[in-house]
């Protein structure tokens, strides 16, 4: 069984930067796409970025593009988002995810099998 576990999340000011982490669990870490998305109250989950397998191809959503870098570490099993020049509508649950299937990657949450619990993001004006 695959466990995704987040970490990093906080109360910060707009414009600052945080890193959000993942630790991943079970499975082979290296064949896998690890997603990000976040939740905002009200609001459907929404793609953030993404990370291939062992290459590393990076995929990030139009709303972040250019603030985020996200990165893998395939001996720590851990992926990374890195999150700069927050703003106040970054607010959000942050989740990471990965499916049952090799090398597969959606921008669809409901294409991903598992997820972590979660973690908070708050951007203060």
């Known amino acids: 069984q695959v466990q995704l576990v987040e970490s990093g999340g906080g109360l910060v000011q707009a414009g600052d930067s945080l890193a959000l982490s993942c630790a991943v669990s079970?499975?082979?870490?290296?064949?896998?796409?690890i997603a990000w998305f976040r939740q905002a109250p009200g609001k459907e989950r929404e793609f953030v970025a993404a990370?291939?397998?062992?290459?590393?191809?990076?995929y990030y959503g139009d709303s972040v593009k250019g603030r985020c870098t996200v990165s893998r570490d395939n001996a720590k099993t851990t992926v990374n988002l890195q999150m700069n020049s927050l703003k106040p509508e970054n607010t959000a649950v942050y989740y990471c995810?990965?499916?049952?299937?090799?090398?597969?990657?959606?921008?669809?949450?409901?294409?991903?099998?598992?997820w972590g619990q979660g973690t908070q993001v708050t951007v203060s004006s």
């Open positions: 995810a990965t499916t049952r299937r090799a090398y597969y990657l959606s921008f669809a949450a409901q294409a991903y099998d598992y």
């Open positions: 079970g499975g082979t870490f290296s064949s896998y796409v």
């Open positions: 990370i291939g397998p062992s290459s590393g191809t990076t």
